[in-house]
């Protein structure tokens, strides 16, 4: 019986993973990805740059962070990645032309997880469009005027 009841909680973890992940970035590892730091394929986990290892091993050049999940296994992340990512946010940063109009945008999201976006766009018949357009660098002042920062959740 106990094999049987520790394969269905094996079996509710990946689920609880498999659901889990489609929200939060968690990825239950696999035989194709095993965990970095038992070398089993089931049962750990990761998020983004984070590891769970259920075994509690510990690979080196990782360590052991206070943050544990609700079972008490400890994330573990690379010891030369301590720096925090950068929070989820946007931020857009606004050119002029010599004429002093606003003509073009840069846009950086982040999503919280170290992955980003950035992107131009421009400004025609009073919307942004994707992409310099017909705008030349050379028009757009050197100088950045503008920040403007949101720090709101997407
Ligand atoms: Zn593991």
């Not at 696999?30 to 089993?40: A, F, I, L, W, Y």
């Not at 394929?41 to 080196?60: F, M, N, T």
């Amino acid at each position: 019986m106990v094999a049987t009841n520790r394969k269905t909680a094996l079996e509710n973890n990946v689920k609880f993973s498999n659901n889990y992940s489609q929200k939060n970035g968690l990825m239950p590892v696999s035989k194709d990805e095993p965990c970095r730091h038992c070398g089993k394929p089931d049962w750990c986990y990761r998020v983004g740059e984070l590891d769970v290892c259920k075994r509690g091993e510990l690979a080196q050049g990782w360590y052991k962070t206070s943050k544990h999940d609700d079972d008490g296994s400890h994330y573990l992340a690379p010891i030369n990645q301590q720096k925090q990512s950068r929070p989820k946010q946007r931020r857009e940063w606004y050119y002029e032309n010599k004429s002093g109009e606003i003509v073009v945008k840069v846009v950086r999201v982040d999503d919280g997880n170290g992955e980003k976006k950035i992107w131009q766009e421009h400004y025609q018949n009073g919307r942004w469009v994707a992409g310099l357009g017909d705008i030349k660098r050379e028009d757009i002042s050197v100088y950045q005027l503008r920040e403007v920062m949101f720090a709101r959740l997407m």
